[in-house]
T-cell receptor
Framework: NAGVTQTPKFRVLKTGQSMTLLCAQD?????MYWYRQDPGMGLRLIHY???????AKGEVPDGYNVSRLKKQNFLLGLESAAPSQTSVYFC?????????????FGEGSRLTVL | GENVEQHPSTLSVQEGDSAVIKCTYS??????FPWYKQELGKGPQLIID?????GEKKDQRIAVTLNKTAKHFSLHITETQPEDSAVYFC???????????????FGQGTILTVHP
């Protein structure tokens, strides 16, 4: 009963390095999201996907790219990490809105960019 | 776009007291207002939600009220317990059948501490 799984849970990068965060869900949800959480700013939407092969920009997309090649996976990439991208990243998923609308979150990935 | 303001940022209460967290939103088209609880080291988890056609909703010790005219909604926790200690987030979204994709706008969060 895994739900939403994020890997890695912790990562330290140097400025300019690249990395990919992986989100996997086993609930057959159509919609997946990447949020970042910063102190005093709540959770802000980076990118989202409404289905396999689709992606769209959220509130703070600059510096990030995403891909949804398989329905169960949603990848968040940083091509050239910057200290401003130090944050905790959360992946979430949900089924169609005719349901409860509840977002199911992973446990987060803490990224530090030096 | 939508903007959600949440207050207070921190709230400290004694066990058994009530706790109230308030949020205001800017977009009158928003019609879905969930509350999420985040425990230390975990992802947020939905605890209660309300839609704009309802003024109040209760679930045991927690309740949410919505004032559409004033564009604000509140979370009420009664008989608080130490396990209620967590970060609480309000959120707002506009949903319509078949066209909305769960793009929630979150408030800044409230750190609730319940002292035994």
């Amino acid at each position: 009963n895994a739900g939403v799984t994020q890997t890695p849970k912790f990562r330290v990068l140097k400025t300019g390095q690249s990395m990919t965060l992986l989100c996997a869900q086993d609930m057959n949800h159509e919609y997946m999201y990447w949020y970042r959480q910063d102190p005093g700013m709540g959770l802000r939407l980076i990118h989202y996907s409404v289905g396999e092969g689709t992606t769209a920009k959220g509130e703070v997309p600059d510096g990030y790219n995403v891909s949804r090649l398989k329905k169960q996976n949603f990848l968040l990439g940083l091509e050239s990490a910057a200290p401003s991208q130090t944050s905790v990243y959360f992946c979430a998923s949900t089924s169609h809105w005719t349901g409860t609308g509840e977002l199911f979150f992973g446990e987060g990935s803490r990224l530090t960019v030096l | 776009g939508e903007n959600v303001e949440q207050h207070p940022s921190t709230l400290s209460v004694q066990e058994g007291d009530s706790a109230v967290i308030k949020c205001t939103y800017s977009d009158s088209a928003s019609n879905y207002f969930p509350w999420y609880k985040q425990e230390l080291g975990k992802g947020p988890q939905l605890i209660i939600d309300i839609r704009s056609n309802v003024g109040e909703k209760k679930d045991q010790r927690i309740a949410v009220t919505l004032n559409k005219t004033a564009k604000h909604f509140s979370l009420h926790i009664t008989e608080t317990q130490p396990e209620d200690s967590a970060v609480y987030f309000c959120a707002a979204s506009m949903i319509s059948s078949g066209t909305s994709y769960g793009k929630l706008t979150f408030g800044q969060g409230t750190i609730l501490t319940v002292h035994p």
